[in-house]
């Protein structure tokens, strides 16, 4: 949390919890970026203080409420704060992962945007059954390539395709990023248990660095047209 803001109103059994962060994701994306040889841009703030896979225009941005728990911090935003926190922490994310995309297209490289998240096992009473979601809007065939080498995986993981979340006028990172610049992509979520600790972080990120190439395999082994 930034300093002047304290913990928003919170006690830190919230602040430890998925409304304030998503569980596992800095360190499955360190273990990627090191064994894939990829950078990792990671947002180092609470999503509480803004959520950066939110258009900053939306209230939900800056959530007053979220999974039934009042963020006081958060109450009656007015417009000169809402503007602190997106030039804090909002615009100088989204400027590094520009940067980089900016890099790779100047090089030459051709370019996937992979776009890490974490979910809650339970949401509203529900148990949710998949140990990973593959989000999409519209056509991707880096998606629909990751989404069939998961679910052919030994152990048959439950995959959500569009689930737990569907991607649509919410998401902000990939519309923005990848589909704005013509960029094939995917929106990989990984339930929190899943990665709670180092021994979990390790054993996902065992997976998909055998999956994160295979898929990217199977759309250069696709015939011209396809």
């Not at 006690?11 to 360190?27: F, K, N, T, Y």
């Not at 649509?168 to 519309?175: H, I």
């Not at 709670?196 to 999956?211: C, K, M, N, S």
């Amino acid at each position: 949390m930034p300093s002047r803001l304290g913990g928003l109103g919170l006690a830190e059994p919230d602040l430890s919890r998925h409304i304030a962060w998503d569980i596992g994701v800095a360190g499955l994306g360190r273990r990627l970026a090191e064994r894939l040889d990829a950078p990792f841009i990671a947002q180092r703030f609470s999503r509480l203080v803004i959520d950066c896979n939110r258009d900053p225009a939306r209230a939900d941005s800056m959530p007053a409420v979220s999974d039934g728990t009042a963020i006081p911090g958060n109450a009656d935003l007015d417009p000169a704060e809402r503007a602190a926190r997106i030039a804090q922490v909002f615009t100088p994310y989204h400027a590094r992962i520009t940067a980089e995309l900016d890099a790779r297209a100047a090089r030459g490289l051709p370019t996937v945007v992979v776009a890490l998240h974490s979910f809650t096992p339970a949401m509203a009473g529900f148990a949710r059954p998949w140990r990973f979601g593959i989000l999409h809007l519209g056509e991707s065939a880096f998606s629909d390539a990751m989404l069939a080498r998961l679910r052919a995986e030994a152990d048959a993981p439950e995959v959500g395709d569009n689930e737990p979340y569907r991607m649509d006028e919410v998401d902000f990172t990939v519309p923005h990023h990848a589909i704005g610049r013509g960029l094939d992509y995917v929106e990989l979520e990984v339930r929190q248990d899943l990665i709670a600790d180092a021994a979990g972080e390790a054993a996902i990120a065992e997976r998909l660095v055998r999956i994160l190439p295979a898929a990217l395999g199977d759309l250069t082994a696709l015939p011209r047209g396809s």
